[in-house]
């Protein structure tokens, strides 16, 4: 039996595209799911986690039910919720087309869904604009995706940065989760030494979780509009997600 609580909010956040931010997104949102409530909130114009999650950004994009026209518009975020649990609230081009009028409104928005969920997860965009600006305003916590790619290393410090700018500017209560290497090949040498390297730079301040294998199974999975943990709950990587999850709910707090 789920009992929701007080969400607290997790912008799964980094400039750099293509590392995992949305695989991660729905497939931490459908294990999280299995034993509390759960929004996915696709702050993306690319619409992939709404895609992913089985729905079309197009249509949604076409009858006014992305999340643009609530947050350049009258509508309540309440209105745009699809599924259950995960629940989404769609993203698609539309949301590329109009400038947000503050950095503050996803968080006001967002304040008659906060006793809904236990989790809302921010899938972020693969750039530091006005809508992830909004995304860490609006967040307890950020998670960062990370490939195994020494040029993503300098990105992270910078990601590091924002979250102390935005701490300064007012909310205080933003802090980071952690760093999760996504695409991992452990028998491959230069990803071995990465992770190291990694760990080297990050550990001394942040958590590492454990990475996340490259396996074939996630686009599978995409091309299926599923999450992997659910399209093929054995496949590798699932486990990796499930333990991101469980972690949370002992120590996320
Ligand atoms: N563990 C994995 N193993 C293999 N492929 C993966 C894995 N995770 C993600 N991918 C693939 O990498 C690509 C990028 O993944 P994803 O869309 O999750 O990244 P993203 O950071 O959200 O990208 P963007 O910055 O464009 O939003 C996708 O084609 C996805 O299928
Ligand atoms: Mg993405």
Redesign the pocket.
Known sequence: MITPGMAQTIAIV?S??????????INLASCLAEKKKVLIVDL?S?G??TL?MGLSPKQLDAEKKTIIYALAGTKSLLDLVQLDNPAVIPAGQSLASVELPSAQVLREKLQPLISNYDYILF????TLTRTTAAALVASDKVLV?IDLDIKSFAGIGQLFSTVTEINKRGNRGLSVLGVLP???QKRHKHDQAMLEQLKKIVEPRFKVFTP????????KA?RASQPLIKFMPRAR?VKEYYELADYIIKYGN
């Open positions: 980094n750099k595209g293509g590392v995992g931010k949305t695989t991660t997104v993306d690319q992939n986690a992913d899938d972020c965009a693969p995706p996504t695409r991992y996340i294998p490259e396996t074939t199974n996630v686009k995409s990587g």
